[in-house]
């Protein structure tokens, strides 16, 4: 754990907040935790440890600044200079991780798409074998796609498969390939295959989720294909499911307040709603929520703003919470592309 947590402290070379830190780790659903581990960019670790005990984790940092490799100012702690240990997180092994996007439904999404590749091995040579999965939630949804491509779904499936898995590193593809099973193959178990460097908690846990997240991210970038459609309801669950509705409504062309009247919402949970969609979301349209005159006003905000408190921020440049965080978040993804 120790290694986990000063990688952590090396994704973001600056202070950060033990409360906040560990409301990211076990997922805090609110705006202000995620754009606070968006900002840091820690956004990909939202929710990787959803069973970490508080106390536990402040145990680690008091240890880890005893030890002498962090250092505390008040409720803050930073990396101390004297660490040179290497960042496992920045390689090229645990750089996929996003459990943001994710982590929520990342073992159903492989166990469906293991247990798709099983069944559709089986057709037209064997009828008796033992299926990975029993349960509706697989079983219903691999028949709807079995009785709908019918006899060209085993080559579809091979061509999507070949083109995903190239698009993986060695190290990831290898992984992900022993663990499925079908005619004449049985798969391994993710543990099986775990290398002993990566034996330790959580770095076993993280080996597995890196390589399935970096499959998931390659199947979100082929909407048409039918690993994506097969997927993508169970994606969707890695998102808030209120903020989905809110984004629907908004999409349909109603106004905050028309959505704030039919849901019998609060002012603020839309804005989180809207917040947490713009950090969703790739092609969120900023312009739609911000003028070209506040626009105009908010580009002159320092480019660390997300440091500075609200009241200092809204007093200097008179604009709203909502217009303020999404000039920041668009701010932060143009300077990522």
Same mark, same amino acid.
């Given at each position: 754990?120790?290694?986990?947590?000063?990688?952590?402290f090396?994704?973001?070379?600056?202070?950060l907040k033990?409360t906040t830190l560990?409301q990211i780790l076990?997922?805090?659903h609110?705006?202000?935790?995620? $754009?606070y581990?968006y900002?840091?960019d820690l956004?990909?670790?939202?929710?990787v440890?959803?069973?970490?005990?508080e106390?536990?984790?402040?145990q680690?940092?008091a240890?880890?600044?005893n030890?002498?490799w %962090?250092?505390?100012e008040?409720q803050?702690f930073s990396l101390?200079k004297?660490v040179?240990t290497?960042?496992?997180?920045?390689?090229s092994?645990?750089?996929?991780?996003?459990f943001f996007?994710?982590?929520?439904?990342?073992e159903i999404c492989?166990?469906?798409l293991?247990?798709?590749?099983?069944v559709v091995?089986?057709?037209?040579?064997?009828k008796?074998y033992?299926?990975?999965?029993?349960?509706?939630?697989?079983?219903?949804r691999?028949?709807?796609?079995?009785?709908?491509?019918?006899?060209n %779904?085993?080559?579809l499936l091979?061509?999507?498969m070949s083109?995903l =898995?190239?698009a993986l590193?060695?190290?990831h593809?290898d992984?992900?390939?022993?663990?499925?099973?079908g005619y004449?193959?049985?798969?391994?178990?993710?543990?099986?295959?775990?290398?002993?460097?990566?034996?330790?908690l959580?770095w076993?846990?993280?080996?597995?989720s890196?390589?399935v997240?970096?499959?998931?991210?390659?199947v979100?970038?082929?909407?048409?294909d039918?690993?994506y459609?097969?997927l993508?309801?169970?994606?969707?669950?890695n998102y808030n499911q209120?903020m989905?509705?809110?984004?629907?409504l908004?999409?349909?062309?109603?106004?905050?307040?028309?959505?704030?009247?039919?849901?019998k919402l609060?002012?603020?949970?839309?804005?989180?709603?809207l917040?947490e969609w713009?950090?969703?979301?790739?092609?969120?349209?900023?312009?739609?929520?911000?003028?070209q005159?506040?626009q105009?006003?908010l580009?002159?905000?320092?480019?660390?703003s997300?440091?500075?408190?609200?009241?200092e921020?809204?007093e200097t440049f008179d604009?709203? =919470?909502l217009?303020i965080r999404?000039?920041?978040i668009?701010r932060?993804?143009?300077?990522l $592309?």
């Amino acid at each position: 754990m120790d290694e986990f947590i000063l990688s952590l402290f090396m994704m973001r070379n600056d202070k950060l907040k033990k409360t906040t830190l560990y409301q990211i780790l076990v997922g805090k659903h609110t705006s202000s935790v995620l $754009c606070y581990a968006y900002f840091h960019d820690l956004l990909p670790f939202f929710s990787v440890l959803p069973t970490l005990g508080e106390e536990e984790f402040y145990q680690n940092l008091a240890d880890l600044t005893n030890k002498g490799w %962090l250092e505390k100012e008040e409720q803050h702690f930073s990396l101390a200079k004297s660490v040179s240990t290497a960042n496992l997180l920045q390689t090229s092994t645990f750089q996929p991780l996003d459990f943001f996007r994710f982590g929520r439904k990342e073992e159903i999404c492989w166990r469906s798409l293991r247990f798709l590749l099983q069944v559709v091995s089986f057709l037209g040579k064997e009828k008796s074998y033992i299926p990975l999965e029993n349960a509706p939630i697989y079983t219903e949804r691999v028949r709807t796609v079995i009785h709908q491509y019918k006899g060209n %779904l085993a080559d579809l499936l091979y061509q999507e498969m070949s083109q995903l =898995f190239q698009a993986l590193s060695e190290e990831h593809a290898d992984l992900l390939a022993q663990t499925l099973s079908g005619y004449q193959q049985e798969g391994a178990a993710f543990f099986q295959l775990t290398p002993d460097k990566y034996e330790q908690l959580p770095w076993s846990s993280l080996y597995k989720s890196a390589a399935v997240h970096h499959f998931l991210a390659q199947v979100t970038k082929h909407p048409n294909d039918l690993l994506y459609k097969f997927l993508r309801p169970l994606l969707l669950q890695n998102y808030n499911q209120s903020m989905l509705q809110t984004r629907t409504l908004i999409q349909q062309g109603n106004s905050m307040e028309q959505v704030m009247q039919q849901r019998k919402l609060k002012r603020g949970t839309v804005q989180d709603h809207l917040i947490e969609w713009a950090l969703a979301d790739k092609s969120f349209s900023f312009a739609d929520f911000l003028s070209q005159a506040t626009q105009n006003k908010l580009k002159n905000m320092p480019k660390a703003s997300f440091t500075y408190s609200f009241k200092e921020l809204a007093e200097t440049f008179d604009a709203t =919470f909502l217009e303020i965080r999404l000039y920041q978040i668009w701010r932060k993804k143009q300077s990522l $592309c």
